[in-house]
Structures are given as structure tokens and as C-alpha cells.
């Protein structure tokens, strides 16, 4: 009998605060969360409640003070770093507000990064079939100056995407972007995280990405509301 695979993300009891001139400031407070395989998962919650510091935990960038991060079989929260490195390497993609391309890189350079901060030798076949599948093949040899904040996110998703991961992380993908290109890239994130069976967590203020998520959660003084 084959083993049930591990969900992609699973946090468990999860407590952050930080030191505030005023006092401390609690801001996840005891909050659980599994994203399962192929699910889309959209955490909404106004600003300041804690969505990118949720993420930072999740992609092991920032540690709880307290609970469990579990990435596919790997508990990143109690793993040695290099384990954590690791997982996070195997496992995680993710995509930041502010795309965060190098400014000295073509668009497939920057995209093969992707397999670079992964280990991963660089395929330019894989390369060039995420450039086609997110609609900017014909960008490639292009820097992000010369691109549209549409296709810079395309450009970052493709980087996230490109190593296989099980698991995309998007802190608020759409807030540069205008309606049009949203709504471009919101369908296309649907479309490949079904085809590719990648699980995604995407937090966000934008009620446009609602039509794709399998699951809204909104994130409340510290905890889910389901
Ligand atoms: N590194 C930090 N040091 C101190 N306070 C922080 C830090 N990161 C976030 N905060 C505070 O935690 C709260 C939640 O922030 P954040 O996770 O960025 O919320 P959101 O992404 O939902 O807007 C905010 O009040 C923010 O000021
Ligand atoms: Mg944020």
C-alpha cells in the first residue's frame, strides 16, 4: 500500500510576535493551516494582520516562536539548517509583491535563477517551456526595464515555477499590476497549478483572485477563520 503523500504545507500552533516601542505586538497567535496537493488557497486579511509574516514562516525566511512548519515530509521548524535549506529548495517556490528580478539579467536569466538558488542544473529546455507557458517566450532576451509590470510578475512567477515546486508562495502577485494583467496572470496561475499539481498559497487584498482559490481563509487576530 502506498503512504498518503504529505501535504505541501502544514503549520501547526503557530505564535509570532514582535518588540514594538509601545509593547509587544502579537500578530499570529496560535494559527494552523494545511494546504493540500493541486489546492489554491487565498488568505485574505486586511493590512497589518499578519499575511507576509504568515508567508515568511511558511517559506522558512522568518521562525516562529513557537509551532510547527512542516514543508512535504520536512519539519523546517526543528530541522538543521542545511535540512531546512534543503526542503526549501526541493519543495517551495516564491513569488514577492514587488517581483524582485535582477535588474542585469535577461528574462530567461532570470528565470534560470530559479535553478540556480535551487541546485538545479540550468535547462534551458525547462526554461523555455515556462516562458511559453506563461506567454512571455517572446521576452526572453529582454531586461525587466523593458518588460510590462504584467510580464515582470509573469517573469517571477516562471522563476518560481521553474524547479518543480510543490508548494508556490505569492505575497499580494497582483498589487503592481493593473486589471487587465491581473486578470491574465490569475487565470494562467489556475490553469498551471492545476496541470502542474502545484499547491499554492497566495495572500492578497485583491478580491479578483477569489474565482480561483479552491479555499478563502481569512486571517483574524492571529488565527484562521475557516
Ligand atoms: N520585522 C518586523 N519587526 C517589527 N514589526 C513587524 C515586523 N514585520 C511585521 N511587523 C508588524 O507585524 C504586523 C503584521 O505585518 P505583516 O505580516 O507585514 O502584515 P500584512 O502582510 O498582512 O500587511 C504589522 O503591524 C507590522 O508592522
Ligand atoms: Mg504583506
Known sequence: MNAVPAPPL???GIEKSFAEPSGTLRVL???DLTVQQSEIVVLQGPSGSGK???????????HADAGTVRLC?????????ADRTAARQRHLGFVFQHFHLLDALTVEDNVALGLRLKRQPVDRAR?????DRLGIASKARKLPRDISGGEKQ??????ALVGRPDLLLADEPTSQLDSHATEAITALLAEIARSWQVAVLVATHDVRLHPIANRLCRLSQGKIDA
Open 127 to 131: 526554461v523555455a517551456e515556462v516562458l
Open 154 to 159: 509573469r517573469t517571477a512567477f516562471a522563476r
Open 29 to 31: 497567535d496560535g494559527l
Open 52 to 62: 507576509t509574516t504568515l508567508l515568511q514562516i511558511a517559506g522558512g525566511l522568518l
Open 73 to 81: 515530509d520536512t519539519d523546517i521548524s526543528s530541522a538543521s539548517e
Open 10 to 12: 502544514h503549520l501547526c
